[in-house]
Nanobody
Framework: QVQLVESGGGLVQAGGSLRLSCAGSGLTFSRYAMGWFRQASGKEREFVAGINWSGGRTTYADFVKGRFTISRDNAKNTVYLQMNSLKPEDTAVYYC??????????????????WGKGTLVTVSS
């Protein structure tokens, strides 16, 4: 049974930082492209960042470029999202995602094979 378990969410003031983690189990983690999506209240789920199987290729949504960094540690079956300079509009539930085409670094929600349950990030002004 595949599980993706996010952690690290919470409440932070604008300008602050958080680091999200997503631990995978039940899958050959290093074969998967991994990504982060987010969904704010009343809005659709949107792509935030993606990373290919090796960690050698990454991509970001324009609204987080220069502020967020995605990385992975295949030995620990974990993907991370370092979030700096947080803004109130970053408030959302953040979801970890796995795509079995490890060569990708941009993930489409429709192509995701596994989702985590999400972790809430709240940024206060």
């Amino acid at each position: 049974q595949v599980q993706l378990v996010e952690s690290g969410g919470g409440l932070v003031q604008a300008g602050g930082s958080l680091r999200l983690s997503c631990a995978g189990s039940g899958l050959t983690f290093s074969r998967y492209a991994m990504g982060w999506f987010r969904q704010a209240s009343g809005k659709e789920r949107e792509f935030v960042a993606g990373i290919n199987w090796s960690g050698g290729r990454t991509t970001y949504a324009d609204f987080v470029k220069g502020r967020f960094t995605i990385s992975r540690d295949n030995a620990k079956n974990t993907v991370y999202l370092q979030m700096n300079s947080l803004k109130p509009e970053d408030t959302a539930v953040y979801y970890c995602a796995a795509d079995d085409d490890g060569s990708r670094w941009y993930l489409r929600a429709s192509g995701v094979d596994y989702w985590g349950k999400g972790t809430l990030v709240t940024v206060s002004s």
